[in-house]
């Protein structure tokens, strides 16, 4: 199962922030970023609309220029990071999942990767038309469909976008789904799964990975159930 840092490693340092995708990256196979863009249009790593819950600052992300924004203390005297000081972070190195948060920011999104595309790039949303687009404008590109509680079809929704991925929420995780996921060609990767029963469970269901808050922590204990 392939083990997916959750906003870097958001148990281990400050959510998308480089400390905590630095972190991620020591154990596992892909880091995963939420992306919105600043007012003046560039794509960062936040995962809210406003900074107040992870920065010493107020009002929404798209109040803030760049040089505005960078001001801010996202946690531990971090700044936030632009979607291009990402790329150069993990750049050869490590495999990224990126989360659009916006539906209509897709094509600036897209330009910035393709500047600096990472050894393996996943692109996820919660919006299906993000997902639809995703793949328009990057045929070659793995694009993932995060389901929520009111999906009722995750599977077949995911089809019709084109999606090679299903991202659902945990708890609204069976058998069934990952067995007509992969029946469709889908991978499925649930999150957030940060407890020991929940990762024997999710070995038990057969998915193809999960997001976690600490990819160490998860490793080891996977390791271990192994040996």
């Known amino acids: 199962m392939l083990i997916i840092g959750h906003r870097g490693a958001r148990a281990l340092a400050p959510e998308n922030t480089l400390p905590a995708l630095l972190k991620g990256m020591a154990c596992a196979d892909l ?10 249009e560039i794509p960062v790593a936040i995962h809210d609309a406003t900074v107040d ?19 801010l203390d996202a946690g531990e005297g971090e700044a ?10 993990v750049h050869g190195q490590m495999g990224l999942i990126v989360e659009i948060k916006e539906p209509g ?5 897209v330009s ?18 993000s997902v639809a687009m995703v793949k328009r404008l990057l045929p070659g590109v793995r694009a993932g469909l ?4 009111e999906v009722d079809d995750p599977v077949g929704l995911a089809r019709r976008v084109q999606a090679d991925l299903i991202l659902p929420r945990w708890d609204r995780l069976s058998r069934e789904v990952v067995e007509r996921a992969h029946g469709a060609g889908l991978s499925v ?5 940060n407890r020991e029963d929940d990762l024997d469970e999710a070995v038990r269901l057969g998915v193809d ?13 996977l390791e271990e159930r192994r040996g």
Request: glycine share 8%; hydrophobic share 40%.
């Open 53 to 71: 819950r992870t920065t010493d600052g107020t009002g929404p992300v798209k109040g803030y220029t760049i040089e505005e924004l960078k001001r």
């Open 189 to 193: 990767i649930p999150g957030t799964l």
């Open 80 to 89: 936030i990071p632009t979607l291009r000081e990402v790329l150069d972070l």
């Open 112 to 129: 910035v990767l393709m500047d600096r595309m990472p050894q393996r790039l996943i692109l996820i949303s919660f919006n299906p038309e």
């Open 209 to 221: 990975g999960f997001a976690t808050d600490d990819p160490c922590a998860a490793r080891r204990y």
């Open 31 to 40: 880091v995963e970023i939420d992306v919105r863009l600043t007012g003046d």
């Open 105 to 109: 920011t897709e094509a600036i999104v």
């Open 146 to 149: 995060i389901s929520t509680a």
